[in-house]
Nanobody
């Protein structure tokens, strides 16, 4: 069982930056791929960024590529999402999630297979 707690959300003006953190419980954090997902009002949840267990491979949605950076610190059981040059369309509830690194049912940045989810943190970007 993995428990995830996100933090770092808030209100920021367009062009600003935020850093989201997701702290995970348990001693096996390094056995999990981690992802950040978001859901805007009236829209389906979408993948934003993901990072495999070792940190060597990352994924970014086209809409955030070049602006967001995902990273992890396995010693601290924490995954981060640095968000720069924020746009109003980035406004959403952001969720971190974990899936076992040996899950083979889907590619690591797809929502399927992510079995543990945080409660979400609101990010609001004003124009």
């Amino acid at each position: 069982q993995v428990q995830l707690v996100e933090s770092g959300g808030g209100l920021v003006q367009a062009g600003g930056s935020l850093r989201l953190s997701c702290a995970a419980s348990g001693r096996t954090f390094s056995r999990y791929d981690m992802g950040w997902f978001r859901q805007a009002p009236g829209k389906e949840r979408e993948s934003v960024a993901a990072i495999i267990w070792s940190g060597r491979t990352t994924y970014y949605a086209d809409s955030v590529k070049g602006r967001f950076t995902i990273s992890r610190d396995n010693a601290k059981n924490t995954v981060y999402l640095q968000m720069n040059s924020l746009k109003p369309e980035d406004t959403a509830v952001y969720y971190c999630a974990a899936r076992r690194s040996d899950y083979s049912g889907s590619i690591y940045y797809a929502q399927a297979g992510y079995e543990y989810w945080g409660q979400g943190t609101q990010v609001t970007v004003s124009s």
